[in-house]
């Protein structure tokens, strides 16, 4: 089957930095995607990693290991606008995508 | 970037009629579009896979007689929620990728609600 995990919920203070974890295991696996979601909106795409190692777009980082198959997300520099619910998902056949359960990110002042 | 826009974007419903939820990508074209339905406070869950000018790819457990899909053109996919349930009440999503890109673009979303 299908399934992957991911804290329910994280908290952090403005300016800190915070570290999403994602664990999978799925039939397939192309990559591994990250995607922000603020409450009553539509998913935005964040980043996308194919091969091993560290992706970094501004104040966001995505990390991928195959073989422990696990990725995270970090994010740097916490603004309030951060805080929304981000999801990981595999792209686990064709143009297929599997999402996470989704992790509540709460920035506090 | 791509644009993937949803019509409409808020809809009430009496139970036992239909909804047609349309998804249109602005400025690319998209034979694969995908469907998702959103509970409060929970994740996506992949309903079905929309292929232009061929039948929808259902996931297990989604009704496709239930959920109609079609996929009249490059541009347009439509979900349309048959004799709705108060149960059917969600946060539906479409998206779609451009030419095989590893990045969904996803639709604003349509919230239904059946009353």
């Known amino acids: 089957g299908q399934s992957l995990e991911q804290p329910s919920e994280v908290t952090a203070v403005e300016g800190a930095i915070v570290q999403i974890n994602c664990t999978y295991q799925?039939?397939?696996?192309?990559?591994l995607s990250w995607y922000q979601q603020h409450d009553g909106g539509a998913p935005t795409f964040l980043s996308y990693?194919?091969?091993?190692g560290l992706e970094e777009t501004g104040r966001f980082s995505s990390f991928l290991s195959r073989s422990d198959s696990y990725g995270y997300l970090l994010l740097q520099e916490l603004q309030m606008k951060d805080s929304a619910s981000y999801f990981c998902?595999?792209?686990?056949?064709?143009?297929?995508?599997?999402f996470g359960p989704g992790t509540r990110l709460s920035v506090l002042p | 970037g791509a644009v993937v826009s949803q019509h409409p974007s808020r809809v009430i419903c009496k139970s036992g009629t239909s909804v047609k939820i349309e998804c249109r990508s602005l400025?690319?074209?998209?034979?694969?579009m995908f469907w998702y339905r959103q509970f409060p406070k929970q994740s996506l869950m992949l309903m079905a896979t929309?292929?232009?000018?061929?039948?929808?790819?259902?996931e297990q457990g989604v009704e496709k007689d239930k959920f109609l899909i079609n996929h009249a053109s490059l541009t347009l996919s439509t979900l349309t929620v048959t004799s709705a349930h108060p149960e059917d009440s969600s946060f539906y999503i479409c998206?779609?990728?451009?030419?095989?890109?590893?990045?969904?673009?996803f639709g604003p979303g349509t919230r239904l609600t059946v009353t």
């Open positions: 400025d690319f074209q998209a034979t694969t």
């Open positions: 799925t039939s397939g696996f192309y990559g």
């Open positions: 990693n194919a091969l091993d």
């Open positions: 998206s779609a990728n451009a030419g095989g890109a590893d990045e969904q673009y």
């Open positions: 998902a595999v792209r686990d056949r064709g143009q297929n995508f599997v």
């Open positions: 929309s292929n232009e000018g061929s039948k929808a790819t259902y």
